[in-house]
């Protein structure tokens, strides 16, 4: 089923999503306060890659498909771009002076950014700077942290390059090279939970970003598509494997997300005669969203959108 909406396409009923994507010999999301080495749970050593990251390769594949001056799919967060001067453009458009902030001027404004930029729309926004004030807008769309299945074990390589930084450092450095370093790790299959709420997808007008359906099965492509354009050696073999979707009738939704993200959750185990994973293949096969469609409760329609 598509998601229902209102007269004007806004998002109606509540859908919740999960990701499972793998890394093979690459970093999914270094830690900067850890020499940018894999991120990882002290305890369980299980990977974790940031909300950030993946919202992240959306906004770039967003950005990608449509352009800069695409109307309504803008990206506000990019490389090259102060949020001051993406703010400004509400400013110069709407004729507002920089310091005024009268409600009604914040509020006009904080209609157009949500109207132009598809991330605001999307994942909300904090622009109540102090010049060209926008607001606050709470996205209808939310991610959490990626945790890996199994535990990952990270691995630092030495790596040299013949070209050194600096001509000084080639006077005094002994030998030919430069040495650096580089992490990775073997194999991880993270699982990402997502979630769409249809209160903060509301009209511009009533409060909310105006997120509708259009909007997306934008995300759902690029969710999808997103590892296709962001290939690094640094980040190795990234791939989407699974993408399930539980659209539910109404805005309130039928059950809590964690019983549909369990229904496949719990299914995720390697493979009995298998003890290190390395591929996505040494894990048990997943359910369908046929399989899964007699398992949910009445009112909850099962999708895939990256099939096995």
Known sequence: MS???SANGIVANRVDFLLLYDVQDGNPNGDPDAGNSPRIDPETSQGLVSDVCLKRKVRDYVLRKHGE????????VQHGHSLYSQQEKAFKDL???PEESSKDKVENARRWMCKNFYDVRAFGAVMSTKQFNCGQVRGPVQVTFSRSVDPIFPTE??????????ESKQASTAGSTEMGRKHTIPY???VA??????H??????DGGTGFTS????????????????????ARGAMAARRLYVFEHDNALGRCPAQKLFGLIERRLRRKPDVDVARHFEDYQTLPSAAELQAEVPEGVTVSEKIEG
Request: hydrophobic share 40%; aromatic share 14%.
């Open 214 to 233: 259009q909007d997306l099965e934008l995300l759902w492509e690029a969710v999808t598509n997103m590892f296709e354009i962001d290939r690094s050696a």
């Open 188 to 190: 991880g299959l993270y």
């Open 200 to 205: 903060f997808a509301r009209p511009c007008e």
């Open 95 to 97: 004729k507002l002076k």
């Open 193 to 198: 939970r997502g979630f769409v709420t249809p």
């Open 157 to 166: 390589h030495g790596i040299t390059r013949v070209a050194f930084t600096q």
């Open 3 to 5: 998601n229902p909406e």
């Open 69 to 76: 001056e695409s109307a309504g799919y803008n990206v506000f």
